[in-house]
């Protein structure tokens, strides 16, 4: 069955520091990729998302990730995090369905 | 546009008691679904659907119904609650397509079964 993982459960950074939050799913076919955050009480929103082209995807307030297929892997980076960056984020892969597969979550912690 | 709106925000339940979550989008999206969100688990899907009259199931359908009679609106049915259902509930909607649509979700309902 098709799965995400997100390896790091919890992540605690200073302000500036560098982020990469990992993400592997398991579906070997074509898919569509995404990462959501959620900031403390709110819903989920979507930070950016990836199908085709080129690898490396631009997301709102500076954050990016990459897609390596051959590493089945779709992290996500920010080279300078600020303290309003605490919330918790999600991968999400749909391999073209109705069905969106998320991953368990990172908590990120940016202390000030 | 108000998006994706649920009521309750917040609600207690005793075991075996059931009540509905509400769940409604002014964005004539087809696409609605469910997730329950629990520590450690991430999102999991409970029921979807593409359009009024059609819903399905995903990984988590055992003890919740759904129904879709308009396109704005859809439902999910507790009937007869338990403690494992415990969690947050989140509704989502968007365009139907080829799936890399972005889905935009509710403010989620708090639910405790005591």
């Known amino acids: 069955a098709q799965s995400v993982s997100q390896h790091n459960h919890h992540v605690i950074l200073s302000e500036a520091a560098s982020l990469e939050l990992g993400c592997n799913y398991s579906?070997?076919?074509?898919?569509?990729l995404f990462w959501y955050v959620q900031y403390p009480g709110q819903h989920l929103q979507l930070l950016l998302k990836?199908?085709?082209?080129?690898?490396l995807v631009k997301g709102i307030k500076g954050f990016e990730a990459e897609f390596i297929k051959s590493k089945f892997s779709f992290n996500l980076r920010k080279p300078s995090v600020q303290w309003s960056d605490t919330a918790e984020y999600f991968c999400?892969?749909?391999?073209?369905?109705?069905?969106?597969?998320f991953g368990t979550g990172t908590r990120l912690k940016v202390l000030a | 546009n108000a998006g994706v709106t649920q009521t309750p925000k917040f609600q207690v339940l005793k075991t075996g008691q059931s009540m509905t979550l509400q769940c409604a989008q002014d964005?004539?999206?087809?696409?609605m679904s469910w997730y329950r969100q629990d520590p450690g688990m991430g999102l999991r899907l409970i029921h979807y659907?593409?359009?009024?009259?059609?819903?399905d199931q995903g990984e988590v359908p055992n003890g919740y119904n759904v129904s879709r009679s308009t396109t704005e609106d859809f439902p999910l049915r507790l009937l007869s609650a338990a403690p494992s259902q415990t969690s947050v509930y989140f509704c989502?909607?968007?365009?139907?397509?080829?799936?890399?649509?972005?889905?935009?979700f509710g403010p989620g309902t708090r639910l405790l079964v005591l």
């Open positions: 659907s593409v359009g009024a009259g059609i819903t």
């Open positions: 990836y199908f085709s082209g080129d690898p």
């Open positions: 989502a909607s968007r365009r139907t397509g080829t799936g890399q649509e972005t889905q935009y």
């Open positions: 579906y070997g076919g074509t898919v569509n």
């Open positions: 999400a892969v749909n391999e073209g369905t109705y069905k969106y597969i």
């Open positions: 964005m004539n999206h087809e696409y």
